[in-house]
């Protein structure tokens, strides 16, 4: 059974940066297209961050694009989210999911993950 965990969640002020990972047991990670998605109090969940299986290619939301930076590391079976000039509006509970589409890949569509972690939290203070 294919499972996922988040860590690197916290408190921090606005400005500032955090890291999270996620690391993936049970499955074959190298074969999973990885993505990062957030979900605000109140609000639908959010696309974030997705990158190929081969982590050749990695693509952003608008809203993250040029502060967040997804890599992965498919000897160690790990995904992370280098997340820098945080800022309040980032606040929510960040999930990784593991994809195993092959052939067209829509990497914003969360219905395209099989696989999801339990998520960590991200507050941002202003």
């Known amino acids: 059974q294919v499972q996922l965990a988040e860590s690197g969640g916290g408190l921090v002020q606005a400005g500032g940066s955090l890291r999270l990972s996620c690391a993936v047991s049970g499955g074959t990670f190298s074969t999973y297209h990885m993505g990062w998605f957030r979900q605000a109090p109140g609000k639908e969940r959010e696309f974030v961050s997705g990158i190929r299986r081969d982590g050749d290619t990695s693509y952003y939301s608008d809203s993250v694009k040029g502060r967040f930076t997804i890599s992965r590391d498919n000897a160690k079976n790990t995904m992370d989210l280098q997340m820098n000039s945080l800022i309040p509006e980032d606040t929510a509970a960040y999930y990784c999911?593991?994809?195993?589409?092959?052939?067209?890949?829509?990497?914003?569509?969360?219905?395209?993950?099989?696989?999801w972690g339990q998520g960590t939290q991200v507050t941002v203070s202003s």
């Open positions: 999911a593991a994809s195993p589409m092959y052939g067209s890949w829509h990497w914003y569509n969360d219905g395209e993950y099989e696989y």
